[in-house]
């Protein structure tokens, strides 16, 4: 579901050279122009999934602060529209609302106030504020004796204790000293994993690639370039030889090794072959923003949608709603596993006592291999969409040599255990790989779920 | 958990969204008044120093040098009714006109219903008239006052019309000296002239002399701060009022036989609030129009 749209929105600025009733006589009687137009945004548009992270990037005076400003409600777009989904807070500017005066216990007050926030929340969430901005001992100092540094620490603090769904950060991830800036961006990565979504403006390229998985390069108020945020640092930033090329690439392979737990190999794999063949795709937060996100991909494409591995129903329930109940079918024996999967899955897990209801659905209750042909001769409609669910590689064979014909160029399949965990290259990847190679069709990856084993797939091309 | 619609930021919903965020009105009404006292001498005590001179002024120069006192009996109570009034209008006009220009760095940089500043301003001012208020009673208790319907109505609507027109012209003037930084002078301007076209200093039969009861005195009448001041001086000043006459029709009379109040004085001040709450909501829709483009003016 999409948390920020923003439709061909152009902005521009009228630069007055008049500011005052006097100066406007003067220049109108001398026939000066009252004012220049200047364009700081022109017809950008790009929409931000819930629970994305993006990032903003260009150099200085390329729209980005503006851009911010529009989704923030601060400025109003001259054309275009801009739409977004529930409350939005931001740190365009670090202790925007403190004031001097005040001192630094009244100043989280007004400022948590500023921010959205009732007495209530402000007064639970209270100590936390103030122990992540390490001021204790200067609560009760006004504001205006603090250090520049200190200022910003409770101005973050504040901010990043609020509780928006759509939080902007612009340039401000660079305040405080290299602790505290940690300290901000693992809060900032927090939010994140929380399933809020962001929209972050920096110069510092490491950080954005740690945070964001997508990224907008803007020039003079265009969009130039949209795509996976390494991507998007090389547009901006191309390596200036093949040495700094190859030392970036290893760079990155060893954060991607880095991002997982020690020990977790397939993990690590999974995370080095997403870096690798989809570096672009949006990673999603959670298996089932994943399924949604592709069932909004499939939302124009006519036909049947298929959930192979039902188990208790609630995905195909979620499938149920996104087809608004036209043609959705589950596969299921419900009598668990059909043979050995993973290390703690064998043969019978999964099973279940009864065939679940799951409205707007129809079960098809049996063996994959005894059922998908008669089905099929039943139901002559293209597949739109499919749902492998079923874990073993023979299943998700059985699946794919069945549909094979049926699949169409735009079908959107998502798999729910693709990679990531020990021995995945033998069973859905295996599978879909040996598929790809005997059909010939052409796919795109089209997201995934962050640190999980979820993969969204999209057929270009049938040969 | 609920899916939220897709919507446009910072159309705010105006005057009413200001009442939704009522606690953080309060914490910007404190933090005005804390921010303007701080390290001063006399802190809140300001609020009486400044209409207690200004009242001296008046009170000898008019009063006794140009010997205002004879014409109006109880001259002090008459004049000072009508200045706690005009100082809470003319000070909000001020205060007002530089809400927006003066937290220019909060409007460039959060959304907030910009209709917040001019209303913490105008309470702000409400606050400030306070003590002035307190001694107004006082004096009126002093010099005999007792509470009575009609005073207590005729305060109440006073004072409802002057915060209404009040809140409506502070909205205007934040919004234009968003765009014009000078109109802050216009503003002190309308404040010299304020004070003089209302009953506050003489009485309202001066104009009624000098008009010969013509189309300027039902203009000048048709002020509805005019209304207003004239219903505060019918709220304190009159009980108060020892050589008090009736005419035959029983309407409330000067020592010269003039009429003490013009006739269907509640009616004039009913129309008045009515007619500021027009300009509110017509002040109201420009504002929200203009205030669009605050961000990249300021
Ligand atoms: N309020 C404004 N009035 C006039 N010009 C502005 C205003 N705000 C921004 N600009 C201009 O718009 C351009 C884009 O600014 P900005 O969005 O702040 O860039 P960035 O954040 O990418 O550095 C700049 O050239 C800047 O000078
Ligand atoms: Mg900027």
Redesign the interface.
Known sequence: ??AI?VDGVSKH?TL?HA????E?TVRAVRRQSLSERFTALDEVSLTVAQGESLALMGLNGSGKSTLL????????PDRG??????R?A?L??VG??L????TGR?NI??NA???GM??AETEAKYDDIVAFSEIETFLDTQVKFYSSGMFMRLGFAVAVHTDP?IFLVDEVLAVGDPPFQKKCLQRIRAFHAEGRTLVIVSHDMGTLEKVCGRGIVLEQGRAAYEGGIQGAVDFLAPPESPLEAQQRRRAREEAALAAVPAGDSARAEAELFAAEVMPDVPRLPDPRATLEYGLALAAGQDGMALEFGVHTGGTLSVIADAREGKNVFGFDSFDGLPEDWRAGFPAGHFAVEEPPEVRGAELVVGLFESTIEGFLQEHPEPVAFVHVDADLYSSARTVLAHLGPRLSVGTVIVFDEYFGYPGWREHEYRAWEEYVAESGVRFDYEGFTEGNEQVIVRITGIS | MT?????????GGGLLDVAR?R??LR??VR?EL??RY?GSLLGLGWSYVRPAVNFAVYYFVVGIFLKMSRTIPNFPVFLFSGMVLISFFTETLITTAWSIVGNA????????PRELFPAASTLVSGVHMLPAFGVLMGGAVWAGWAPSWIAVGSMALAFAIVATLAMAFGLLFAAVNVF????GQVVDIINIVVPWSVPMIYPWTTVQDATHGGWLLQLYLANPLTSAVLLFERAFWWPTNDQALTLPNGAPALPGGHLAFPYHLTVRGLAGLLAAMVLLALAQWVFARLQ??F???L
């Open positions: 579901m999409e749209v600025f007055r500011h005052s009733i006097k406007m400003k529009l989704i923030s409600g601060v400025m109003q529209s801009v739409r977004v989904r529930g939005v931001g365009i500017e925007a609302g004031h001097p005066d005040l009244e007050f007004l106030a500023i921010l009732t007495k769904e | 899916v939220q619609p897709l919507l446009a930021p910072g159309r965020r606690y953080l914490l910007l933090r804390r921010s701080q760095a909060l409007v460039k940089k959060v959304y907030l014009f930084r000078d109109f669009r483009r961000a990249q003016e």
